[in-house]
C-alpha cells in the first residue's frame, strides 16, 4: 500500500459514543474512509467479509461475539489487518489478540494523532504495539516451548537465506529496521527489502507475527541477544 493509498476502515465498537467519535475522528483524514460500523464481533465479521476493508478498529469487549473471536474470524477470512483497541492493558488481551492475527493494540485513551498514526502503520503491514508491551509479548512467546514444524512450515522456512535468517532472528528480538541496519551493516532501504521478503517467504502478515513464527517453531532461543 502507497502513502498515497486510501485505506477503508471498519470501526467494530459496541459503545455508542465511543463509535461516533472514532467515525468523527477518522473522517476528517483524507486517506481513510469508513466502510461500515459494527456494535458487536459477529456484525463485525459479517461486515468484514462483505466489504473487505483494509483494516478493522476492533473494541475487545463486545457482546454476542468477543472481539478476539471476533479478529481471529476476520483474520481467517479477508486480508484485513485489525488493529485492537481496548480501555485496560491487560497482557491475556494482547496475547491473545496477536495469536488470533491482530497487527496492533493500542489503548482506548491513546491520542488521536497516535491512533491515526497506528492506523496507516498497520494498513502498512507494520506492527503497532506500544514499546512496554512489545517488551511482555517477547517474554511471554520466549516461554513457549517450540513445536516442531510440519512438512509445509519447515519448506517456507527452508525458502529463506541465511541472510533472512539472521533478519527474522533480530525481528524476533524486537529490534528497529535501524537496529537491525546496524547489526548486519547494511542500510534501511537493504533491510526492508529483507524483511519484506521474510514475510513473503513465511507468509506471515507482520512483523509482529515474524516474532511468533520464529519462537513457536524454535528458530531463536529464549534468552539469546
Same mark, same amino acid.
Given at each position: ?15 455508542? #459514543?465511543?463509535?461516533?467519535? #472514532? ?11 469508513? !466502510?461500515?460500523? =459494527? ?60 495469536? =488470533?492475527? =491482530? ?6 485513551? *491513546? ?32 516461554? =513457549? !516451548? ?37 547489526? #548486519? ?5 537493504? *533491510? ?6 521474510? #514475510? ?26
Amino acid at each position: 500500500m502507497t502513502e498515497s493509498a486510501v485505506i477503508r476502515v471498519l470501526i467494530a465498537e459496541d459503545e455508542h #459514543l465511543m463509535r461516533t467519535g #472514532l467515525r468523527m475522528m477518522l473522517q476528517t483524514q483524507e486517506d481513510l474512509v469508513i !466502510v461500515g460500523e =459494527a456494535a458487536d464481533g459477529r456484525e463485525a465479521v459479517h461486515l468484514a467479509q462483505r466489504h473487505r476493508p483494509d483494516l478493522v478498529l476492533m473494541d475487545v469487549r463486545m457482546p454476542d461475539l468477543d472481539g478476539i473471536a471476533a479478529t481471529a474470524e476476520i483474520c481467517r477470512s479477508t486480508a484485513a489487518k485489525v488493529l485492537v483497541l481496548t480501555t485496560f492493558e491487560v497482557d491475556e488481551y494482547v496475547f491473545s489478540a496477536v495469536r =488470533a492475527g =491482530a497487527s496492533g493494540f493500542l489503548l482506548k485513551r *491513546t491520542p488521536p494523532e497516535v491512533l491515526l498514526d497506528g492506523i496507516r502503520a498497520v494498513a502498512a503491514g507494520d506492527a503497532m504495539l506500544g514499546p512496554s508491551v512489545t517488551r511482555r509479548l517477547l517474554t511471554e512467546f520466549a516461554r =513457549a !516451548v517450540p513445536g516442531q514444524p510440519d512438512p509445509q512450515v519447515r519448506r517456507r522456512i527452508d525458502r529463506l537465506t541465511d541472510r533472512e535468517r539472521e533478519v527474522l532472528t533480530l525481528l524476533a528480538r524486537g529490534r528497529s529496521n535501524a537496529e537491525i541496519s546496524a547489526a #548486519l551493516h547494511v542500510g534501511e532501504a537493504t *533491510t526492508k527489502t529483507h524483511v519484506k521478503h521474510v #514475510l513473503e517467504k513465511l507468509e506471515l502478515r507482520d512483523r509482529i507475527h515474524a516474532v511468533v513464527f520464529a519462537f513457536d517453531h524454535g528458530l531463536v532461543r529464549p534468552g539469546g541477544a
